[in-house]
Nanobody
Framework: QVQVVESGGGLVQPGGSLRLSCAAS????????MGWYRQAPGKQREWVAI???????TYRDSVKGRFTISRDNAKNTVYLQMNSLKPEDTAVYYC?????????WGQGTQVTVSS
């Protein structure tokens, strides 16, 4: 069964850091770009960062310079290092292929940035 499992979320103060992990099925991970997405309460889900199979990253403007996406091809895992977190980063974070695959959405991991 093709799936992803996200982990690493939590409660952090503004300015803090978190590292998210996403373990993906090899059948997807090895051939697709991967992305981190997020959905804040009352808002649509949006992409946050993308990484190609070759390791080239792309970031949405609001996280540039603060977030870093990486992938470990040996572990079929993609990471999102989040630094200098802001309250507006609060959301459920998901990983999926990019472009996303409708049936691949996992449970996500909650990130809450609050003092």
């Amino acid at each position: 069964q093709v799936q992803v499992v996200e982990s690493g979320g939590g409660l952090v103060q503004p300015g803090g850091s978190l590292r998210l992990s996403c373990a993906a099925s090899r059948s997807i991970f090895s051939v697709r770009a991967m992305g981190w997405y997020r959905q804040a309460p009352g808002k649509q889900r949006e992409w946050v960062a993308i990484i190609t199979t070759g390791g080239t990253p792309t970031y949405r403007d609001s996280v540039k310079g603060r977030f870093t996406i990486s992938r470990d091809n040996a572990k079929n895992t993609v990471y999102l290092q989040m630094n200098s977190l802001k309250p507006e980063d609060t959301a459920v974070y998901y990983c999926n292929a990019y472009p996303s695959i409708r049936d691949l959405w996992g449970q996500g991991t909650q990130v809450t940035v609050s003092s």
